[in-house]
């Protein structure tokens, strides 16, 4: 079971036959790892009849995300542990609880570059965060807000921070970040580059080209949503304010870092050869045709130290197609309609007060 076979390769080389080819194997190998080293998981997969055999992907058993909020699920014993990753959510609610080995953690890095690397480049660039630095220091912010900056982070040059930690603009940053002239990275969550870039300077009177640079946001639309914002809105926001034309949202969660879907040119979420996605009928769970909208499955080769390869999440969509986007990427790409109904809001940028 070795996952370097896959950093070896571009992340969207593969058309999907091929990556099912490579998925089928690994994933019995996984998923017979994962039943033997943690206890929780096999009693699971007996109790809901799993054989140990499958010749497809949509026969991959698959646990409901939600499960990590309750259940201590790891593959390695505790002094392997290397660090905790905790999910976002609310005041009140349960927080997922990732653990990693530092195998694990190390291949996460990895992934999340080869992944990103296919749209910013290899090289590093000055980076604007969308947030403040006590993000690092409050470990109750911690969490996987604090990891995907961390994350994108490998890609910075140099970091500036767009807010104080009283969440108030840092204009001093945010001026020096301007007067840089090659190409240049903003990362944040959704709702707060609207309302901590957008609004905010739009309130404070300020202006600013930001030109060149690349912006990838992340971590949930419920809160745009709630102000009837769509993505083409907020797309043709950063255009007419800072003439920003190139704009990546991603699609991640903490039970899976490091695996994120990013949108392409053409405004579509794609499944890299470092994971994969399936949706699934809510009535009876069977795998929904292209362009029906159901819950979606996600799987990752990745998830060694604990049993996260194959999760059944809280969010509905659909698949577009296969191999065949106006990109070029290969393998599925796909939409998020939203979650499901009553599901718990727990998205970085849906969480943050």
Same mark, same amino acid.
């Given at each position: 079971?070795?996952?370097? /076979?896959?950093?070896?390769?571009?992340?969207?080389a593969?058309?999907?036959?091929?990556?099912?080819?490579?998925?089928?194997?690994?994933?019995?190998?996984?998923?017979?790892?994962?039943?033997?080293?943690c206890r929780?998981?096999g /009693?699971? $997969?007996?109790v809901?009849?799993?054989?140990?055999?499958?010749?497809a992907?949509?026969q991959?058993?698959?646990?409901?995300?939600r $499960?990590?909020?309750?259940?201590?699920?790891?593959?390695?014993?505790d002094e392997?542990?290397?660090?905790?990753?905790?999910?976002?959510?609310?005041?009140?609610?349960?927080r997922?609880?990732?653990?990693l080995?530092?195998?694990?953690?190390q291949n996460?890095?990895?992934?999340?570059?080869?992944?990103?690397k296919?749209? $910013?480049g290899?090289g590093?660039v000055p980076m604007?965060?969308?947030?403040?630095p006590?993000?690092f220091?409050?470990?109750?912010?911690?969490?996987?807000r604090?990891a995907a900056?961390?994350?994108?982070?490998?890609?910075?040059?140099k970091?500036?921070?767009?807010?104080?930690?009283?969440?108030?603009?840092n204009?001093?940053?945010?001026?020096?970040?301007?007067?840089?002239?090659?190409?240049?990275l903003?990362?944040?969550?959704?709702?707060m580059?609207?309302?901590?870039?957008?609004?905010?300077?739009?309130?404070?009177?300020?202006?600013?080209?930001?030109?060149?640079?690349?912006?990838i946001h992340?971590?949930?639309?419920k809160?745009?949503e709630?102000q009837?914002?769509?993505?083409e809105?907020y797309?043709?926001?950063l255009?007419?304010?800072?003439?920003i034309?190139?704009v990546?949202?991603?699609y991640?969660?903490?039970?899976q870092?490091g695996?994120?879907?990013?949108?392409c040119?053409?405004?579509?979420?794609?499944?890299?050869?470092f994971?994969?996605?399936?949706?699934?009928? %809510?009535?009876?769970?069977?795998?929904?045709?292209i362009?029906?909208?159901?819950?979606? /499955?996600?799987?990752?080769?990745?998830?060694?130290?604990? %049993?996260g390869?194959?999760?059944?999440?809280?969010?509905?969509?659909?698949i577009?197609g296969?191999d065949d986007?106006p990109?070029?990427?290969?393998?599925?790409y796909?939409?998020?309609?939203?979650?499901?109904? /009553?599901?718990e809001?727990?998205?970085?940028?849906?969480?943050?007060?």
């Amino acid at each position: 079971m070795d996952y370097s /076979q896959w950093l070896s390769h571009a992340p969207y080389a593969w058309t999907q036959e091929e990556k099912e080819k490579q998925y089928l194997p690994y994933f019995q190998e996984l998923t017979d790892h994962h039943r033997r080293h943690c206890r929780p998981y096999g /009693q699971a $997969l007996d109790v809901f009849g799993y054989g140990r055999r499958f010749s497809a992907l949509e026969q991959i058993p698959m646990l409901p995300i939600r $499960l990590f909020k309750y259940l201590k699920l790891q593959s390695i014993p505790d002094e392997d542990i290397f660090k905790i990753i905790t999910s976002s959510g609310t005041t009140g609610q349960a927080r997922s609880r990732i653990v990693l080995n530092a195998a694990t953690a190390q291949n996460q890095q990895l992934t999340l570059y080869a992944i990103v690397k296919d749209f $910013l480049g290899a090289g590093r660039v000055p980076m604007l965060i969308v947030d403040s630095p006590s993000v690092f220091t409050d470990r109750a912010a911690f969490n996987a807000r604090g990891a995907a900056i961390l994350g994108f982070s490998i890609f910075a040059k140099k970091k500036y921070y767009a807010l104080t930690d009283d969440l108030t603009l840092n204009k001093e940053a945010l001026q020096a970040f301007a007067s840089r002239t090659g190409p240049v990275l903003i990362f944040g969550f959704t709702f707060m580059i609207w309302k901590y870039l957008c609004q905010a300077i739009a309130a404070a009177g300020l202006s600013f080209d930001f030109s060149n640079a690349v912006v990838i946001h992340g971590g949930g639309w419920k809160k745009m949503e709630a102000q009837a914002v769509s993505a083409e809105a907020y797309k043709r926001r950063l255009y007419d304010q800072f003439r920003i034309s190139r704009v990546h949202n991603y699609y991640g969660m903490a039970e899976q870092t490091g695996c994120v879907y990013m949108e392409c040119e053409a405004g579509h979420l794609h499944a890299s050869i470092f994971s994969d996605v399936i949706v699934r009928a %809510p009535e009876d769970f069977s795998p929904c045709p292209i362009g029906k909208s159901g819950i979606l /499955q996600v799987l990752s080769p990745m998830a060694v130290s604990y %049993p996260g390869h194959s999760l059944l999440t809280e969010d509905m969509g659909a698949i577009l197609g296969v191999d065949d986007c106006p990109c070029g990427r290969k393998g599925k790409y796909f939409r998020i309609d939203g979650r499901i109904p /009553q599901a718990e809001i727990r998205g970085c940028s849906d969480t943050h007060e």
